[in-house]
């Protein structure tokens, strides 16, 4: 079992940049396929970015790719998620999460792990 906890969210102006950061608790971080995503106010929460166990497959939605990367540290049982060019459709609470599995193109996140969330909120 794992226990994470979010940080690193806040206000940013439309252009601005922010990292989160997912802590991990216990000895298996490292044997877990992570990923974050979001739940904007009044819609479901949707998938953001994935990274697997060794970091080198790494998969994004498209409305983020090429401006967020995710990332993470094994050693310090942490894993990231620049986010640069931030836009107001952007706002929302942010979750990590540990254990996710890839069905095709969609994530299953039934037997996952998750941190509390943290909230970002871009202005215009």
């Known amino acids: 079992q794992v226990q994470l906890v979010d940080s690193g969210g806040g206000l940013a102006q439309a252009g601005g940049s922010l990292r989160l950061s997912c802590a991990a608790s216990?000895?298996?971080?490292?044997?877990?396929?992570m990923g974050w995503f979001r739940q904007a106010p009044g819609k479901e929460r949707e998938f953001v970015a994935a990274?697997?166990?060794?970091?080198?497959?790494?998969f994004y939605s498209d409305s983020v790719k090429g401006r967020f990367t995710i990332s993470r540290d094994n050693a310090k049982n942490t894993m990231y998620l620049q986010m640069n060019s931030l836009k107001p459709e952007d706002t929302a609470v942010y979750y990590c999460?540990?254990?996710?599995?890839?069905?095709?193109?969609?994530?299953?996140?039934?037997?996952?792990?998750w941190g509390q969330g943290t909230q970002v909120t871009v202005s215009s």
């Open positions: 990274i697997s166990v060794n970091g080198g497959n790494i």
């Open positions: 999460a540990a254990k996710i599995i890839r069905y095709g193109s969609t994530w299953s996140t039934s037997g996952a792990y």
């Open positions: 216990g000895r298996t971080f490292s044997s877990y396929v």
